[in-house]
């Protein structure tokens, strides 16, 4: 097969460190890619919500598969023009993908299909969500409907700063996304998330996995397009892992049931209260950083399994996973998730991938025209290790971040430290 990837950050790197392994495969392509995917696949330059013109690029470059890594291009309706000029594609259409685009329909679907999740009003005036706010008190949760790269959720702890979190959006900080608000009921217990490949009808469930979305340590500081994950997930029991998948699985059928043909990764991201498991939000493509842990842990093929989901027969794909744990901590530019310098040199990545299990994937990177590797990007590179258990997983993740530097470099030093103590951690 000859493969053309969408996208540029970690998750892309991910995708194409698995694909470029497999036997089937003889080539892949990049759009845009970064530092990092130069080295093993060929970066493009095409404009990747524009359908048409991936369409036309994937025919002229005798393309057999688009796999779609980002959610712009899939609320775009990439995957619709690329299926339409006959070429495979690996993503849902616009209407699928409006479970991502659109807080709002995500929920009106879930509430159709009695598919656990909080509470919530959407509003497209400042004036009546304040009101409601008033009215429901705090805590509360402030969400812009749209796409915000994971920024445009505010958990709100008391009342003067969700009223902030609703003036922001319909002042116009995330655009167009935040022109409707949702407002949702704040729910108590830990996160997780599970992605899924389904064709619509097969659902293949992959191991669950916990992000950490705030800046900084101890769940401070504002909300992220992610911080650091590790996957499996000790502190979910087996009641509530089932729990997921079944709802995962409903959630399928009922996109089945409206008609939305659904091929890709479906993510889920769950909250485990005391009634259960709940739906905080579903995502219409893999999960940023989730993918960095959860495909090292992937044996079997995965091209074959885009292919299938593709093309639906998915029923004929078995996985096979390791048994080995993964943890994954992200590097970040000073500043970010606000404004952030790029361009700085960056090293020690060699000497990190030294370590045993540790691999680099790139996230925010480019190559000068010099060879030399330079930040450009929020969030840079994802130190990823894989171990025999959790510890172990984690203590190489952070022997590979010491050994990689550049300028105004930050990370979490607590990826995966909660979860080590049990789930007790949580009942505070």
């Not at 992605?195 to 500081?221: I, S």
């Amino acid at each position: 097969m000859r493969i053309l990837v969408l996208g540029g950050g970690g998750r892309e790197h991910a995708i194409v460190t698995s694909l470029v392994t497999s036997p089937v495969v003889t080539a892949v392509m990049v759009a845009p890619g970064n530092g990092g995917t130069a080295a093993i696949a060929e970066n493009v330059s095409l404009a990747i919500e524009d359908g048409e013109a991936v369409a036309a690029f994937a025919r002229e470059n005798a393309i057999d598969l688009v796999v779609i890594g980002p959610e712009a291009p899939l609320v775009a309706g990439v995957a619709d023009s690329v299926r339409a000029a006959g070429i495979a594609a690996f993503g849902p259409g616009a209407e699928g993908a409006r479970l991502e685009g659109s807080k709002e329909f995500a929920k009106e679907l879930m509430r159709r299909h009695n598919i656990p999740t909080g509470e919530s009003r959407a509003f497209t005036d400042l004036e009546p969500a304040l009101a409601y706010l008033d009215e429901v008190g705090a805590p509360v949760v402030v969400k812009a409907d749209g796409l915000a790269a994971g920024k445009g959720v505010t958990v709100a702890m008391d009342l003067s700063i969700a009223r902030d979190a609703v003036r922001e959006c319909f002042a116009g900080r995330f655009g167009e996304a935040g022109s409707t608000v949702l407002i949702e009921e704040y729910l108590v217990g830990p996160e997780c998330s599970i992605l899924a490949f389904t064709d619509g009808h097969t659902v293949l469930l992959m191991a669950p996995a916990q992000d950490h979305k705030r800046a900084y340590e101890d769940d401070q500081g504002p909300n992220t397009g992610g911080m650091g994950v590790y996957s499996p997930v000790p502190i979910v029991t087996p009641h509530e892992h089932a729990a997921m998948v079944a709802i995962m699985e409903h959630t399928v059928e009922a996109l089945a049931e409206e008609d939305i043909d659904y091929r890709g990764v479906l993510y889920g991201g769950f909250i485990l209260t005391d009634d259960g498991p709940k739906v905080l939000e579903f995502n219409a493509r893999s999960g940023d950083p989730e993918t960095q842990v959860v495909l090292p842990r992937l044996k079997s093929d995965l091209a074959g399994a885009m292919l299938a989901t593709a093309e639906g027969r998915l029923a004929d794909i078995d996985l096979e996973w390791s048994d080995e744990w993964a943890v994954s901590v992200v590097l970040a530019s000073g500043g970010y998730p606000g404004d952030y310098d790029t361009d700085m040199p960056i090293s020690g990545i060699d000497r990190a991938e030294q370590v045993p299990g540790v691999i680099v994937y790139h996230a925010g990177t480019r190559l000068a025209g010099d060879g030399h590797l330079l930040t450009a990007g929020g969030r840079v590179l994802n130190v990823t290790a894989l171990g025999p258990d959790f510890a172990s997983a984690r203590e190489r993740a952070y022997e590979g971040v010491a050994a990689i530097s550049f300028d105004g470099m930050f990370y979490r030093s607590d990826i995966g430290a909660r979860a080590l103590r049990g789930r007790a951690a949580w009942m505070v």
